[in-house]
């Protein structure tokens, strides 16, 4: 088939056309997006029509797929127990109990799952229902954060490591089990490096997980706090990012190594219902 693709104009993202997800996928269509996706960080891909066997097949072609925790995967019975690849990422609830994760309020700047020794390099995230407004999706490029930093902040970052809190939902919920952190020093989670190698471009990239509960090892608290609170200033500005609007039917494929993302609010008395599935990753270094 023939691919066409359109970049966004911004600092990451390119609309992927000409491409139907649903059928398979030739040896040279999958190098063609993989390149693509090296370039652009994030791919969309519009107007597709998919069952779960179609989203974890296409998935794969990024490599293995991590299994959903039991967390995402009881919510309501909704689960299918055949699917076990599929997180559901929902507001609806059906007799009493949410169907999926993360309800309708704002999730914050993160990368997904960083708060585990070896995070997923890759979330694909599908439309089935969506809201009339709100729910967005932004992401931001973490490459062009890292080589805009200021001398001074990219020193201090030089072979840190920071803890990534796992005590917390990106919307802000305690996980299940979790207690409330009252010392980020002690924090539950993962230590990872501050900047990262791309095992593929090779380029560098900020890895910061979430400010929440955040860490940096080594630093007295208030100086940890000061270096973090500049570091997310830089990342969050506009001309790193894209904002992705929501339509039914579209697919979103992201690179976690090189990118944070971050969803807005929306009216939770509308449905929205989205599927992921995650690509396993390795230990950043």
Not at 108 to 132: F, K, N, R
Request: hydrophobic content about 40%; proline content about 5%.
């Amino acid at each position: 088939m023939t691919i066409e693709i359109l970049p966004t104009g911004a600092a990451l993202g390119a609309e992927v056309r000409g491409f139907d997800i649903s059928k398979p996928l030739s040896g040279g269509d999958a190098t063609a997006l993989k390149e693509a996706w090296a370039d652009h960080i994030v791919l969309l891909f519009r107007g597709q029509n998919l069952t779960d066997d179609d989203l974890i097949r296409f998935s794969r072609h990024f490599g293995p797929l991590d299994i959903a925790p039991a967390s995402a995967t009881d919510y309501a019975g909704a689960q299918e127990k055949s699917r076990p690849e599929i997180w559901i990422i929902s507001n609806v609830v059906e007799n009493g109990k949410p169907i999926g994760a993360l309800g309708d309020k704002e999730a914050e700047w993160h990368t997904d799952m960083s708060y585990v020794a070896e995070p997923p390099m890759a979330s694909v995230l599908y439309s089935l229902e969506i809201p009339d407004r709100g729910g967005d999706t932004s992401f931001a490029n973490m490459y062009k954060a890292y080589e805009t930093l200021p001398a001074e902040l990219r020193r201090a970052t030089e072979g840190r490591l920071a803890n990534h809190d796992s005590s917390t939902t990106s919307v802000g919920e305690l996980r299940a089990g979790a207690g409330a952190v009252l010392n980020v020093r002690q924090a539950p989670g993962a230590k990872h490096p501050m900047v990262r190698t791309h095992p593929v471009t090779g380029g560098k990239a900020l890895y910061l997980g979430r400010r929440l509960n955040a860490y940096v090892e080594g630093l007295e608290l208030e100086e940890s706090e000061r270096l973090l609170d500049a570091l997310w200033a830089h990342c969050a500005k506009p001309e790193f990012a894209w904002t992705h609007q929501w339509r039914v039917g579209d697919l979103l494929i992201w690179d976690n190594r090189c990118a944070i993302h971050r969803r807005d609010a929306f009216d939770g008395r509308q449905r929205r219902v989205m599927h992921r599935t995650q690509i396993k990753g390795d230990t950043p270094r």
